[in-house]
């Protein structure tokens, strides 16, 4: 069985253990920020994310670019040189287009290699994305062939799922990211809960006057979906609002949820969308349904 390289993207937001504990790469997308252009880089290596947020917060837009045709060519080059067959878990394709640019390289790749090339629309982005390509890597690790890979990843990505806190819907509106039959619903002063939906897009599903309301929302939502068994994390990531990220842990280990629970910062291009002071919950759990958020 030959070797396998797992690929996802800056918008699984895997953090560098995760990505050297588990060996995935990912395909480094870019933003444009205060007149500058950047790499996205899920280690922040060109801008520090307090900095990133605080531009935002000062009315800054972060424009976001998918993986170029480049950067994508070169990694599965890479890999397919080394005899390795490939399996990238991308971004919605709701959501980036980069799974597109994916597939364009691919096709140019048919001829050249016997290895094979496998893109899986996720239909997920975040830490849900990153947690499929764990999933991946500790299945090949267990010896399973890609073609069982694939299978287990396709029969439970809706279990991948991610919930959004959002201080304010005009980020996501912005970005053009959000179902634009919801933006109407947005009222001055709510905050706003998303989910990431059966489709791949982000929906809104609830919105509440105070930051409080919100987060207790949230736990019982969590509560309610998680699938507690399991063991994997639950990951929160934050737009430099840590506390209210710390808030979110502590009510959900007071509903006696033993998940372990990992913070850390939201990486730039899923940041870009959701804006400062936003959450940003994934984890593992129940199908997601559309009809689960009416």
């Known amino acids: 069985m030959p070797e396998l390289k797992i690929l996802v993207d800056s918008t699984a937001d895997l953090s560098l253990s995760d990505r050297q504990e588990y060996d995935i790469d990912y395909l480094h997308m870019s933003f444009y920020l205060d007149k500058k252009i950047y790499d996205a880089s899920l280690d922040w290596e060109e801008i520090r994310p307090e900095d990133y947020y605080a531009l935002m917060d000062q009315g800054h837009r972060s424009f976001t670019g998918q993986a170029s045709l480049n950067e994508i060519t ?15 878990i991308g971004c919605s394709s709701m959501l980036s287009g980069t799974i597109n ?28 994305q990153g947690m499929m390509a764990i999933k991946a890597a500790k299945l ?24 959004c806190f959002l201080d304010s819907l005009e ?12 933006m109407l ?5 709510f905050h706003s809960l998303v989910f990431s939906d059966s489709e791949g897009y982000n929906s809104l599903f609830r919105s509440t006057k105070t930051k409080k309301g919100a987060l207790s929302m949230l736990a ?19 737009g430099d609002c840590i506390n209210e990220a710390h808030k979110l842990a502590v ?18 291009i899923i940041g870009a969308t959701t804006g400062p002071e936003s959450l940003t919950i994934s984890f593992y759990g129940k199908k ?6 009416l």
């Open 220 to 238: 019982d939502i969590i509560y309610q979906r998680v699938d507690k068994k399991s063991g994997d994390p639950i990951y929160i990531e934050h």
């Open 251 to 268: 009510l959900l280990k007071n509903k006696g949820i033993k998940n372990p629970i990992q913070i850390s910062y939201l990486g730039p």
């Open 140 to 163: 090949y690790q267990e010896g399973h062939t890609l073609g069982e890979i694939v299978h287990v990843l396709l029969r439970d990505r809706l279990r991948y799922q991610t919930l």
């Open 171 to 182: 980020w996501m509106k912005k970005s053009g990211r959000i179902k634009s039959s919801f």
């Open 101 to 128: 640019n994916a597939r364009i390289v691919a096709c140019d790749f048919i001829d050249k290699y016997d290895n094979k090339i496998v893109i899986i629309d996720s239909l997920r982005s975040n830490y849900a």
């Open 74 to 88: 070169t990694k599965f080059e890479q890999a397919l040189s080394q005899g390795k067959d490939v399996l990238y």
């Open 185 to 189: 619903k947005n009222l001055i002063g």
């Open 288 to 293: 997601v349904s559309n009809v689960d958020f």
